[in-house]
């Protein structure tokens, strides 16, 4: 495929002279020729430098869920900053959007920071101090950011990384990790409660915290089995661990209070980011008050130059607002449903074999067989070769899901219905095209 047009592979030239692929992010890089210069967003939309319009479902990884340049939350940023962005000290925005985190979601405190990475690392900080442990464990394919501490066995990672699902390898994900961190992560398959408690029933004494993205959102929006997030919080309890969910992706965009709402589980902390801020980069912490008063200055640290801005919080404050006072969230589900329903009649018809993944307002697509994967291994017995041939299509006239299957759709609010029908006539174009060439039967 060659995505870029004249000016956008122009810019993509220049952006690979001085950063490395062109790129901030590794997984902004689809190829030399694929990766997108931006010129600019509105809504559901982005455009390229050469003025091509794209319906974004990728809406930065996430965090966009009202849609772009969101008018309102642009305002709250510009009126706030006329009276400075930084003081290192509390303001009266950080403590009323702490109140109203507290009131969506039913934590008890929080802190705030800039990224989904600062949050996590510091809730495995928070964790360790409170239960005086240093391991933690995670699952295949879930990811919790970039520190060195959680890069192991990630949704980067292939199947012969693994190990057996019985004993799983924590596999590092990048070099320039050190070799020893390694023995402080415990790794299990998702969904599969046999292997967990018979890891907690041995090693407790060993684990500060078990951390779960409650929905897999960095594999395309696996559900949870719906014994799986209680048990953990039952195992959790009898042994003195504590359960952190993992929400940057699912926080403020499954439903308000996120997934402790939805699935009725409450976590002793959880981490926020992404639609928090509609894109303005800001993280949270939240738990239960005894586990959060754990950061005592010079005892536990919980720090950060940025925490609290001013540009942050005003675009926080703002967002939230909005999830109180429209209904934002029904109306992404109610798109959302409508999308994966279309997305699957045309698969159907078209006798392609798939399964959709996730909730509406972050689903997934599996290629290649019509059971729902269940884990990480299950989703790499997908088709992806078959899914980035469907996105080239999509992205060719204009869809933009990202080309990893592994990332789920993001639909924000600002998705119409036009926008649905649009997708959907551009994914029964791509089918058809992709039948036409042979590359499905
Ligand atoms: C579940 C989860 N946790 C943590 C992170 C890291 O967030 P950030 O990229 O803001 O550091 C991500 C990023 O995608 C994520 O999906």
């Not at 950080?94 to 802190?111: C, H, K, P, S």
């Not at 495995?124 to 066995?153: C, N, P, Q």
């Not at 008063?293 to 967002?319: C, F, H, K, R």
């Not at 006239?397 to 998705?415: H, S, T």
Request: glycine share 10%.
């Amino acid at each position: 495929m060659n995505l870029q047009g004249e000016q956008t592979s122009h810019w993509f030239q220049r952006a690979a002279q001085v950063l490395p692929y062109g790129v901030n992010s590794n997984f902004r890089y689809w190829g030399d020729q694929d990766t997108l210069v931006v010129q600019r967003a509105r809504g559901a939309y982005l455009w390229d430098m050469d003025g091509k319009r794209y319906i974004d479902y990728r809406l930065g990884f996430g965090p966009v869920i009202l849609g772009h340049a969101e008018e309102r939350v642009n305002r709250a940023v510009a009126e706030a900053i006329k009276d400075g962005i930084l003081f290192a000290w509390t303001t009266p925005g950080e403590v009323e959007l702490a109140e109203r985190i507290v009131r969506l979601t039913g934590v008890e405190m929080v802190r705030l920071a800039n990224s989904g990475t600062e949050a996590t690392m510091q809730a495995l900080r928070i964790a360790r101090a409170y239960t005086g442990r240093e391991k933690y464990v995670k699952f295949e394919g879930h990811y919790h950011g970039s520190a060195d501490y959680f890069m192991y066995s990630t949704a980067s990672a292939s199947l012969n990384m693994l190990g057996s699902p019985h004993s799983p390898i924590p596999a590092p994900m990048s070099s320039g990790m050190p070799a020893r961190i390694a023995e402080t992560v415990i790794v299990l398959p998702f969904n599969e409660l046999d292997g967990l408690e018979r890891t907690i029933k041995a090693r407790w004494g060993e684990i500060a915290a078990v951390f779960v993205e409650p929905v897999m959102g960095n594999v395309g929006g696996i559900l949870p089995q719906e014994e799986f997030l209680p048990t953990l919080r039952c195992l959790c309890d009898e042994y003195g661990i504590i359960l952190v969910f993992d929400e940057v992706k699912t926080g403020f965009r499954i439903a308000k209070g996120g997934a402790q709402e939805y699935f009725n589980v409450r976590a002793d902390l959880v981490t926020y980011a992404k639609a928090l801020g509609n894109g303005f980069p800001i993280a949270a912490i939240g738990g239960k008050r005894e586990v959060m008063m754990t950061i005592v200055p010079g005892q536990v640290s919980q720090s950060g130059t940025y925490n609290g801005n001013t540009v942050a919080v005003a675009a926080a404050l703002a967002t939230l607002e909005l999830f109180e006072k429209e209904p934002i969230h029904e109306t992404i589900w109610q798109r959302g449903q409508a999308l994966m329903k279309g997305i699957d009649e045309i698969l159907s018809d078209h006798g392609i074999e798939h399964a959709l993944t996730g909730l509406p307002p972050m689903f997934g697509i599996h290629l290649g067989s019509s059971r729902r994967p269940q884990n990480f291994r299950d989703f790499l017995k997908g088709n992806a070769a078959l899914y980035s041939q469907l996105v080239r299509g999509l992205a060719r006239r204009g869809v933009l899901p990202d080309i990893d299957g592994r990332e789920p759709w993001f639909l924000c609010a600002a998705l119409s219905e036009e926008d649905i029908q649009e997708t959907l006539n551009v994914l029964n174009d791509t089918v058809r095209e992709l039948k036409r060439e042979g590359k499905i039967q």
